[in-house]
């Protein structure tokens, strides 16, 4: 046999491994030893009986390995000795000198010349190879030199201390030598400053086993990963780092190095191998960072033990930008996507991702509706998360997705990198770092973060420096959230303003809190966290009224589509201020115990008011009724004016008011600035207390339509009593008005018990404001939904800084007929004031008459001494117009107290605190 080859390994220093050209898998091969030369045997521990080297044996064998090692060389097998089963022949190397390797290693002395072979056994260089050895000896080269100490190598083949070995060579580069190939990963190594042999694994790095398949065969490529690895680095010198050792077989793990490059990471990237999390933490982060890199890459291109990959299917976008919009826990979290100027003026044109951190798993949030306690760590983990990442920029690479419940999208998991504290870094450290969080333990397959490694480190880093659930006094415990909680319970809320309104130590003025919005309801509504008095309420943006959003059927209520812009107006509010921590200030509250004040928070570095940021954006108009009340009511109007002019938003179609309309205005204006309307006053309750319809154009053809619709229903049409008496529930009810039963729109304000199991119903006719007490036979479900999309035409109104005695007192049904006879079924100017302090009942003045004849009732009550200025409401009066209007009324009432008139005849009727 002859041909050409690659010297695949040196056993010895005459004996060589020859390796062909690859052919669709590894290449065939064939052990040569050079013809008529002998050189010393290299010593082993096979079947663990150790053997010495002969003397010289391992500079032949070295001075042979560095002459030929890699090279391409010709050979031919000159004849072959059966009885020991080898081949003998001549090898030459291709390039430079071209010399026969049997004559470099005859004339430097380093083997032997068997001079007394047979013929058939001297090969043809015998003469040449006789005289190059004779000269060797001659000059005492090679094995021809005197002996001394170090011509027998002092071997360890056994290590009998792992551990002590390692923590001698741990993390420091060896000077070592590969000295076999078990598998792609799997080597004998020794290390040549020690001269100790030792088996080392790649870490983070598994290759098809050898003999793993069934029957003992080769996993597949398993035979071309160790012939990848055997042709780059058997018998090559390298430097091995060691990190770690196997307590149970005394294997050590660690990296080779080459100058080509990390044989793991092209091991992985060419798809032989796979990345192993088990034996990962014995690399660095930065050679674990190219193995996962290297093992994606070759899944992508379906190289080898890939090529059945399938890829994780992901929805939408695998990397984008956005802003961290919101945190939902400890590791998932909302991403606002858009471009930079929708993101920082149209959110709500930007799209919202859930996204789950990559590989981590931080303690759960317990559900509040459910009363169900946090995970330990589980708000601290939310928390942290807030403070440091939320409204930062970040770059989103979604690594894979797990399916969610049915109907529901799919949840994806990635990494986030954002700046964190003037460093751009992954989002999940946060947690992890802080001991809040811990990282999943993945099967093989699974799917991971890209910087899996890395958090692996910051957990380990965490458990060492006993942070967070990892200190020794953490707590295992579910923790049960206890909050002073006033959404949905008016009474309680009602009880805490005066608290809340008082002044504080500190920076803050009264009623001014530091605060956190938990969530967004619409656009002007809020539920806010206060952390100094661990509060949860409800809090609406005071002066402003944004376009309400969708509502669904409930307790009777019929469903109502979202008014234009409310999607918008919500955003808006989301985008500035959810999860933010911002500044309120309460200024009073209405009678769902709903706290109505202003919030500052951060556009930028901007410091803005909330309310005027969303009239300025054309998202809220000014409300009428209170913003006269609020501090920045002049803002307000002034914003106002603006977005209507270039018409953003809900101003789009604003057009200019005519000629008319101004002149309207002006002649409103005689009344002071304050705003006025047209009302028909349909029923008294008290002297100071009634309900009103809007006059207005618009409102009167509202309530037409609905009772044309509703005269269409026969009184006697089946579907009576069949409505669910129950207390807020929206109903029809039958009303006798003089031409017969009617069919109008009620309410049911409380259940009338009447013995037995009967029930009747106390309801209130929303149109007109009446009330009275029915039986279910009364009463029916509405024909349509759409009988209740507009709300009742009659708003509750009171006499604004007027107070009367009740029914049950003196003169309160004189101060009620009075009110009656002046008002009742007529249109009147209602002169507004805003909105009572329990926020339901409208305080406005009626005026009669125009002209000489034009009076005020309020003053006209207390020129009669049936009422008195209600000093509380009057304490807190804002603007001119409100003062000078209370100024008429105190001396309305000082004429009827100086005339000692019905209540005054005998001293003053007010309480002391009046």
């Not at 050898?210 to 390298?238: I, Q």
């Not at 970040?394 to 529901?408: D, F, H, I, L, N």
């Not at 802080?434 to 993945?442: N, P, Q, S, T, W």
């Not at 944004?546 to 669904?552: D, E, F, K, Y």
Request: with cysteine; proline share 4%; aromatic share 6%.
């Amino acid at each position: 046999a002859a041909g050409f080859a690659t010297v695949k390994e040196v056993l010895s220093g005459d004996t060589l491994v020859l390796v062909g050209q690859p052919k669709g898998g590894p290449p065939p091969e064939v052990r040569v030893t050079l013809a008529a030369l002998q050189a010393p045997r290299l010593g082993n521990n096979a079947k663990n009986s150790e053997t010495k080297d002969e003397p010289f044996a391992w500079a032949s064998r070295e001075f042979l390995r560095r002459a030929c090692i890699g090279q391409y060389v010709s050979f031919k097998v000159e004849y072959n000795v059966p009885t020991i089963n080898r081949q003998f022949g001549s090898v030459q190397l291709t390039g430079g000198s071209k010399e026969s390797l049997g004559l470099l290693m005859a004339r430097a002395g380093w083997a032997r010349v068997k001079k007394d072979a047979d013929a058939s056994e001297r090969g043809s260089e015998f003469d040449e190879l006789v005289r190059l050895s004779e000269q060797a000896e001659q000059q005492g080269l090679g094995v021809f030199q005197k002996e001394d100490a170090s011509a027998v190598r002092d071997v360890t083949y056994e290590v009998k201390e792992p551990e002590e070995l390692l923590k001698k060579i741990k993390g420091s580069p060896q000077p070592a030598l590969i000295e076999y190939v078990r598998d792609g990963g799997s080597f004998k190594v020794m290390l040549l400053n020690q001269m100790t042999l030792i088996s080392l694994n790649l870490a983070g790095v598994q290759c098809p086993r050898l003999n793993g398949g069934s029957d003992g065969a080769p996993e597949p490529y398993g035979p071309e990963s160790k012939y990848f690895t055997e042709v780059r680095l058997l018998n090559r010198d390298v430097y091995v780092v060691v990190n770690g050792v196997d307590d149970r077989t005394g294997n050590f793990y660690g990296q080779i190095e080459h100058p080509a490059g990390n044989i793991g990471t092209e091991l992985v990237k060419h798809g032989l191998a796979r990345a192993v999390d088990w034996s990962m933490n014995w690399c660095s982060l930065q050679d674990a960072a190219a193995l996962r890199g290297a093992a994606k890459d070759a899944k992508n291109a379906r190289l080898r033990i890939w090529k059945d990959y399938v890829a994780p299917k992901i929805s939408g976008d695998k990397s984008f930008e956005g802003i961290i919009s919101e945190i939902v826990s400890g590791d998932t979290i909302m991403v606002r996507v858009g471009t930079q100027e929708q993101l920082a003026a149209r959110p709500w044109e930007c799209a919202e991702r859930r996204i789950s951190f990559s590989s981590l798993r931080a303690p759960r949030l317990g559900a509040r509706s459910r009363n169900e306690p946090d995970q330990p760590y589980a708000q601290e983990a939310r928390e942290a998360l807030r403070q440091r990442i939320l409204g930062k920029k970040c770059t989103v690479s979604v690594e894979y997705e797990r399916a969610g419940p049915e109907g529901m999208q799919p949840r994806q998991f990635a990494t986030v990198m954002c700046q964190v504290r003037k460093v751009r870094k992954n989002a999940a450290l946060v947690v992890v770092e802080d001991g809040l969080a811990d990282v999943i333990r993945h099967r093989a397959e699974d799917e991971r973060s890209s910087q899996y490694d890395e958090l692996q480190a910051a957990v380990v880093a965490a458990k060492e420096a006993g942070r967070g659930m990892w200190a020794s006094n953490a707590t295992t415990e579910p923790v049960q959230r206890r909050v002073v909680d006033l959404t949905g319970n008016a009474q309680q809320a009602r009880g805490h303003l005066t608290s809340l309104q008082a002044p504080k130590p500190g920076p803050y003025k009264a009623g001014e809190h530091r605060a956190v919005v938990e969530y967004v309801i619409n656009g002007s509504r809020m539920r806010v966290f206060l952390p100094q008095e661990n509060m949860l309420l409800t809090f609406a943006l005071g002066g402003i009224l944004t376009p309400q959003t969708a509502r669904s059927a409930n307790k009777g209520r019929t469903a109502t589509a979202a008014e234009p812009f409310a999607t918008e107006a919500m955003m808006y509010t989301r985008a500035l201020a959810l999860q933010r921590d911002v500044t309120v200030e309460i200024e009073t509250m209405d009678k769902g115990g709903n706290c109505i004040g202003q919030m500052y928070t951060k556009r930028g570095q901007e410091r803005v008011n909330l309310g005027v940021a969303l009239v300025e954006a054309g998202l809220a108009r000014v409300n009428e009724y209170s913003v006269n009340y609020t501090p920045c009511g002049d803002a307000l109007k002034r914003e106002e004016a603006v977005a209507k002019r270039k018409r953003l938003n809900i101003w789009k179609d604003y057009v200019e008011p005519s000629a008319e309309e101004l002149a309207a205005a002006k002649a409103a204006a005689a009344l002071g600035s304050l705003n006025t309307m047209t009302v028909c006053v349909s029923e008294i309750v008290n002297g100071s207390t009634f309900f009103a319809q809007d006059q207005s154009e618009a409102s009167v053809s509202k309530l037409k339509a609905i009772e044309k619709e509703l005269a269409a229903i026969p009184a006697d049409a089946p579907g009576a009593g069949e409505v669910q008496i129950s207390k807020n529930t929206t109903c029809l009810a039958l009303f006798d008005d003089g031409s017969g039963n009617k069919w109008f729109r009620a309410k049911i304000l409380r259940v009338v018990p009447q013995g037995g199991e009967e029930k009747h119903a106390l309801i209130r006719y929303i149109d007109y404001g009446n009330e009275e007490v029915v039986p279910p036979s009364r009463l029916r479900q509405a024909t349509q939904s759409s009988m209740f999309a507009n709300p009742g035409a009659a708003q509750e109104c009171e006499l604004a800084f007027v107070k009367v005695p009740g029914l049950d007192r003196d003169y309160g049904h004189e101060a009620a007929v009075a009110l009656n006879g002046r008002v009742f079924d007529k249109t009147v100017t209602a002169v507004l004031f805003g909105k009572a302090e329990d926020g339901g009942r409208l305080r406005v003045a009626l005026r009669t008459g125009e002209g000489e004849a034009a009076e005020d009732v309020g003053e006209a009550l207390l020129s009669a001494g049936l009422g008195y200025v209600d000093s509380r409401s009057a304490r807190y009066a804002r603007g001119a117009d409100e003062k000078k209007y209370i100024a008429k009324l105190n001396e309305a009432q000082e004429k009827a107290h100086t005339a000692h008139v019905n209540l005054w005849r005998y001293g003053d009727p007010r309480d002391d605190d009046e």
